[in-house]
């Protein structure tokens, strides 16, 4: 009957595969997790190797990724490397104190929760790995107001290479404009006067073209502020401007 009721609470459950945290706090989510019936820690726990370089991959819903100012390498860095078989696993990174700035990166790299360790409550991690497994973004309510704060002024996106050559279209410059502006398909539609079909489009080439997936991750490259290539004969006092000049690397 013990074992019965064992697969039944953990047929279903959330499979949350953990690395590169401190080893005591590991040892000590294993054992509170335990008591928790819809999430389950895949084995192995805590072996950054495996999730990078899994000889066989294991079914994983969620992925708990530590991360520090003095961690190398970087949550940023393991995101970027996570290999195809885990591609579809949604990513927590469990960080001390992240900025705003932390938070874009992570969020770029394809983090879908941001979870500060130094307000670490473990009924709270528990809902943020619910929230985000289900298909939401999880970060500090301040954090995600300082991104609504910013997405709701109006801005210019102009985004160049690296050589100052313009990567959008003027047509897909607008559609990324207004996308920043926070609007849908349907209002980009009506704004543009186009067919929803036709902004789809557009939005799949701007996507291709940034190499980013989602509007979110667009919104959030628009968001990043990069160095404008080096101007020849800069005069001695240019006039101010507010347009931001976003430049995509290699």
Same mark, same amino acid.
């Given at each position: 009957?013990?074992?019965?009721?064992?697969? !039944?609470?953990?047929?279903?459950?959330?499979?949350?595969?953990?690395?590169?945290?401190? +080893?005591?706090?590991?040892?000590?989510?294993? $054992? &509170?997790?335990?008591?928790?019936?819809?999430?389950?820690?895949?084995?192995?726990?805590?072996? /950054?190797?495996?999730?990078?370089?899994? &000889?066989?991959?294991?079914? =994983?819903?969620?992925?708990?990724?530590?991360?520090?100012? *003095?961690? @190398?390498? $970087?949550?940023? @860095?393991?995101?970027?490397?996570?290999?195809?078989?885990?591609?579809?696993?949604?990513?927590? =990174?469990?960080?001390?104190?992240?900025?705003?700035?932390?938070?874009?990166?992570?969020?770029?790299?394809?983090?879908? $929760? +941001?979870? $500060?360790?130094?307000?670490?409550?473990?009924?709270?991690?528990?809902?943020?790995?619910?929230?985000?497994?289900?298909?939401? +973004?999880?970060?500090?309510?301040?954090?995600?107001?300082?991104?609504? @704060?910013? /997405?709701?002024?109006?801005?210019?996106?102009?985004?160049?290479?690296?050589?100052?050559?313009?990567?959008?279209?003027?047509?897909?410059?607008?559609?990324?404009?207004?996308?920043?502006?926070?609007?849908?398909?349907?209002?980009?539609?009506? =704004?543009?006067?186009?067919?929803?079909?036709? +902004?789809?489009?557009?939005?799949?080439?701007?996507?291709?073209?940034?190499?980013?997936?989602? !509007?979110?991750?667009?919104?959030?490259?628009?968001? *990043?502020?990069?160095?404008?290539?080096? =101007?020849?004969?800069?005069?001695?006092?240019?006039?101010?401007?507010?347009?931001?000049?976003?430049?995509?690397?290699?």
């Amino acid at each position: 009957m013990k074992r019965f009721i064992e697969e !039944r609470t953990s047929h279903g459950a959330i499979k949350v595969m953990v690395a590169n945290l401190p +080893i005591i706090l590991c040892e000590l989510l294993q $054992g &509170a997790f335990q008591a928790v019936p819809d999430i389950k820690i895949v084995l192995p726990a805590n072996e /950054l190797q495996h999730l990078l370089n899994p &000889a066989e991959p294991v079914p =994983v819903d969620v992925i708990l990724i530590g991360s520090s100012k *003095t961690d @190398s390498p $970087g949550a940023v @860095s393991i995101l970027q490397s996570i290999p195809d078989a885990y591609k579809t696993a949604r990513v927590v =990174v469990l960080t001390q104190d992240p900025d705003y700035a932390e938070v874009i990166s992570l969020f770029r790299a394809g983090a879908k $929760g +941001i979870f $500060g360790s130094a307000d670490l409550r473990f009924e709270l991690l528990c809902k943020c790995i619910r929230c985000v497994h289900q298909g939401q +973004i999880w970060a500090k309510n301040e954090l995600l107001a300082h991104l609504v @704060s910013s /997405l709701s002024h109006p801005r210019s996106t102009n985004v160049i290479d690296r050589h100052g050559k313009p990567l959008l279209t003027t047509r897909e410059q607008q559609v990324l404009h207004l996308l920043s502006d926070g609007l849908s398909n349907s209002e980009l539609a009506t =704004v543009l006067k186009l067919s929803e079909h036709t +902004i789809k489009n557009h939005l799949f080439r701007i996507y291709d073209k940034l190499g980013v997936s989602n !509007r979110m991750e667009a919104v959030l490259y628009a968001l *990043t502020p990069r160095n404008p290539p080096p =101007v020849q004969n800069r005069p001695s006092n240019p006039m101010p401007s507010n347009k931001i000049t976003i430049i995509k690397t290699a």
